[in-house]
Structure formats: C-alpha cells, structure tokens
C-alpha cells in the first residue's frame, strides 16, 4: 500500500473517531501510565481502570511501588489476570526507576526498554500520552490485526508492521494512528466478524475489497 491511500485510510477513520485525546486507560501521570499499560496486558481496559484506583491509593509513588511485598501487589491486581508475573515487573520497573533515573518514568525509548516488563508497545504508549513523544507506532493486537487485513502491512511481526507503519504515516500521526485503528477494531473491524458492510474504509481495504470479489458486489 502508498503513503496516500493510507493516509486517505487514517482521515476516513478519524472522521467517526474524532476524539484523538481520548485514554482508553485513565491515568494522571507517567507513574501510572506506566503501570496501567503493563497490567492491560490480556486484559480490558475497563478491569485496568477499576483496579488501578486501589493500587495507587496504596502506593502512589515509584519509592512506595518498589518497596512493596509481591504478594500485596499480587493480590490488588489479580482481577487483571497474569497477576505474578505483573507484579514482578510493575514492582522491577519502580526499582530500576527508584534507582537509576531518580524517581522519574524516563522519557526515552532505550531508557523505557530498560525497565522489567516494557517492550515498544508500552513505550510507544508511555511516551505519547506522558511526554507528547512520538517514537514509533503500538502495536497492539487490534493494530496487529487491523494492519495485516486493511493491508497496511503484510508482516505477522509486531515489531516489522510498526517499521511499515512508520514508513506509511508522518511521525505526527505515529500516536494517533493507534487510536484510530484500536477504535475501529473494537467498534466494526471484528477479529472474527468483521462488519464490513458498515465500514468506511470498505474500498481501500484488502480484506473488504476481497470479499467485495468474492461476494460479486
């Protein structure tokens, strides 16, 4: 696909999905953007938002997070599932803060990918809504699934569909086209049952325009 017609695909989307300020995970700073992007992790985002409030609470700081006994954390954020394994890196991730970068979520990729837990995704993540920093594209599922089948790349690697992104799209729009396509994911393009006759984007997709085909339409 060329940069045109996936921008033409990126405008179109925008258009139903016009609020680009919007957190799906409801944070109020890098701290918790941070951890509330590690515990989303095979999870929705609404069980993220009502056990976050009590973690926090409890510990609200990266000094409080990384002094913290595992099985404390463990059991706060058990509803998200994985809970072990999140509260090993949600706790290793405040250490390594705590001690190498002053108390402070570091604004910069390579720093981010330091910390137990974070992979690009997260700190694509981390970086544009705490820092207004756009480093690259998060690839999360929707997006993953969305790139393969609209055609924007042909990759089943998250981390060669971000590069094909990033070589479609203007380094302004890096973070907001993860919006986009998270929306339209969630909304009509279905990993199962995609709802292809309401989508606004049916012509320029491979998918849409294959079943287009096959359907004789």
């Not at 599932?81 to 402070?104: C, D, M, P, Q, W």
């Not at 993953?144 to 790349?153: E, T």
Request: glycine content about 6%; some cysteine; overall charge neutral.
């Amino acid at each position: 696909m060329d940069s045109k017609t996936a921008l033409l695909i990126y405008s179109r989307l925008l258009s139903i999905y016009p609020h680009t300020e919007t957190h799906f995970l409801t944070f109020s700073n890098p701290y918790e953007c941070l951890v509330m992007t590690i515990l989303s992790a095979q999870t929705t985002d609404l069980t993220v938002n009502r056990v976050a409030p009590l973690l926090f609470e409890r510990y609200p700081s990266p000094e409080a997070l990384a002094g913290a006994e595992p099985e404390d954390v463990e059991e706060l954020i058990r509803p998200t599932g994985f809970y072990h394994t999140k509260a090993r890196h949600i706790i290793g991730s405040a250490l390594v803060i705590v001690e190498r970068f002053s108390g402070l979520v570091p604004n910069r990729m390579e720093e981010l990918l330091s910390l137990p837990g974070v992979g690009r995704k997260t700190a694509n993540i981390v970086l544009h809504h705490s820092f207004r920093v756009n480093a690259g594209v998060a690839v999360d599922t929707h997006v993953r699934r969305l790139s393969q089948r609209i055609g924007l790349s042909l990759s089943r690697d998250p981390n060669q569909i971000e590069q094909d992104l990033i070589r479609l799209y203007p380094q302004a729009l890096w973070g907001e086209i993860t919006y986009v396509l998270i929306r339209h994911g969630r909304e009509v393009c279905d990993a199962r049952r995609p709802a292809c006759d309401i989508c606004i984007i049916r012509d320029l997709c491979d998918y849409g325009t294959s079943e287009a085909r096959e359907k004789k339409i």
